[in-house]
T-cell receptor, first 115, second 116 residues
Framework: AQSVTQLGSHVSVSEGALVLLRCNYS??????LFWYVQYPNQGLQLLLK??????LVKGINGFEAEFKKSETSFHLTKPSAHMRDAAEYFCAVRTYGGATNKLIFGTGTLLAVQP | KAGVTQTPRYLIKTRGQQVTLSCSPI?????VSWYQQTPGQGLQFLFE?????QRNKGNFPGRFSGRQFSNSRSEMNVSTLELGDSALYLC?????WGQGATDTQYFGPGTRLTVL
């Protein structure tokens, strides 16, 4: 069964500092991996996705993530945090080749950005 | 292109009542999935539809049901509401479904259901 684990339910950084949100996956087959962001009282917005092409994936708003098979990780990074990045971030996995679009989500990481 | 729309955005019901939530996918998208989001359980998969057929269902009681219409719009229904059904219900649409599909799911803003 597939799963994702997000380390750190709360992360706080200063404005301008590096953002690093951790995600580890468990999958017996090549996974499709996603990062979504949720702002207060809103739905989920796709940041980026990995679908077995390039291992370094660039997304919107300056975010990127690197797929590392040896570490079963897909950490999300941004070189310089902005106040508007304060939100909750979810890592998700979907099985390649499975007859389903179902996403399995991590528990989320709430990012706070201090001025 | 318009995004996924969900109606209503907010809903207050009392225990024992039933509720119907609506989702209109992105134009041209034929697959709709539903998720429940609560502080305690996080994001959990309810069910998914493609071509008016339920393709998969999550681990929820039979009080939770849904359907998809020929125009790909979807509704979900919760009967005999319980306090624990209070949640944000999210709908997501994607182009296709099935083996090898690589479609991304795009989410709507959700319906916030409060059960009193």
């Amino acid at each position: 069964a597939q799963s994702v684990t997000q380390l750190g339910s709360h992360v706080s950084v200063s404005e301008g500092a590096l953002v690093l949100l951790r995600c580890n996956y468990s999958s017996s087959v090549p996974p499709y991996l996603f990062w979504y962001v949720q702002y207060p009282n809103q739905g989920l917005q796709l940041l980026l996705k990995y679908t077995s092409a390039a291992t370094l994936v660039k997304g919107i708003n300056g975010f990127e993530a690197e797929f590392k098979k040896s570490e079963t990780s897909f950490h999300l990074t941004k070189p310089s945090a902005h106040m508007r990045d304060a939100a909750e971030y979810f890592c998700a996995v979907r099985t390649y080749g499975g007859a389903t679009n179902k996403l399995i989500f991590g528990t989320g990481t709430l990012l706070a950005v201090q001025p | 292109k318009a995004g996924v729309t969900q109606t209503p955005r907010y809903l207050i019901k009392t225990r024992g009542q039933q509720v119907t939530l609506s989702c209109s996918p992105i134009s041209g998208h034929r697959s709709v999935s539903w998720y429940q989001q609560t502080p305690g359980q996080g994001l959990q998969f309810l069910f998914e539809y493609f071509s008016e057929t339920q393709r998969n269902k999550g681990n929820f009681p039979g009080r939770f049901s849904g359907r998809q219409f020929s125009n790909s719009r979807s509704e979900m229904n919760v009967s005999t509401l319980e306090l624990g059904d209070s949640a944000l219900y999210l709908c997501a649409s994607s182009l296709g479904w099935g083996q090898g599909a690589t479609d991304t799911q795009y989410f709507g803003p959700g319906t916030r259901l409060t059960v009193l």
